[in-house]
């Protein structure tokens, strides 16, 4: 079946404008996460939803950042007045369920969204 | 939290050759993935491996959950195999995933 999809797949915008990202999980996930990987810091987690259930906002860098999830599905991330640090690429993951404690099901990558701000 | 500490940083191979690659882990784990990302950055699935051993084609990975590491093996390697190779594991309060900082190989013919 169809795997994570994001758009766009590359965003350019200049230093203070709104961005905002797409991500289609895989039908029947619940569970739905943000990564972000840049150059020197690895990929690193932003914020994770439980079907419709309000995140925790803690993951995020700063408070720019906002994500929202809709009818358990579809996210978007967005980042507000967008600074040269936010340039990264943003994936997405989504996993069947995750379980309570430490263990989680396999998480399934989209193909990401390569952010440049210039 | 938890650290995950991948080895070698890069790793050279000359076409067919074997090689693994090692991801330990600081703290006890429910749950281990293997991926591997492509020159075009799409993160691959490789392995699910909480413990024991898989094998998929020239790949297979074992993880020793006691011990707190993990190999993943690559034989016969081919060109297509080069990228970066990620281990992870559960280690936020949400169940995202700790990344370890990869393995990159690179495979000459």
């Known amino acids: 079946g169809a795997g994570v999809s994001q758009s766009p797949s590359n965003k350019v915008t200049e230093k203070g404008k709104d961005v905002e990202l797409r991500c289609d999980p895989i039908?029947?996930?619940?569970?739905l996460y943000w990564y972000r990987q840049s150059l020197g810091q690895g990929l690193e987690f932003l914020i994770y939803?439980?079907?419709?259930?309000?995140?925790?906002k803690s993951g995020l860098p700063s408070d720019r950042f906002s994500a929202e999830r809709t009818g358990g599905s579809v996210s978007t991330l967005t980042i507000q007045r967008t600074q040269q640090e936010d340039s990264a690429v943003y994936l997405c993951?989504?996993?069947?369920?995750?379980?309570?404690?430490?263990?989680?099901?396999?998480?399934?990558f989209g193909p990401g969204t390569r952010l440049t701000v210039l | 939290g938890i650290q995950v500490e991948q080895s070698p940083p890069d790793l050279i191979l000359q076409e067919g050759a074997n090689s693994t690659l090692r991801c330990n882990f600081s703290?006890?784990?429910?749950?281990l993935q293997w991926f591997h990302q492509n020159p075009w950055g799409q993160l691959i699935n490789l392995f699910y491996?909480?413990?024991g051993t898989k094998q998929n084609g020239r790949l297979s990975a074992t993880t020793v959950a006691t011990e707190r590491y993990s190999l993943l093996y690559i034989s016969s390697s081919q060109t297509t195999d080069s990228g970066v190779y990620f281990c992870?594991?559960?280690?936020?309060?949400?169940?995202?995933?700790?990344f370890g900082k990869g393995t990159k190989l690179s495979v000459k013919p």
């Open positions: 993951a989504s996993s069947f369920y995750r379980t309570s404690g430490m263990s989680t099901d396999t998480q399934y």
């Open positions: 039908s029947g996930h619940t569970a």
């Open positions: 703290d006890s784990v429910n749950n």
């Open positions: 992870a594991a559960p280690g936020g309060s949400q169940g995202n995933l700790i």
């Open positions: 939803f439980q079907g419709n259930s309000a995140p925790d």
């Open positions: 491996i909480p413990s």
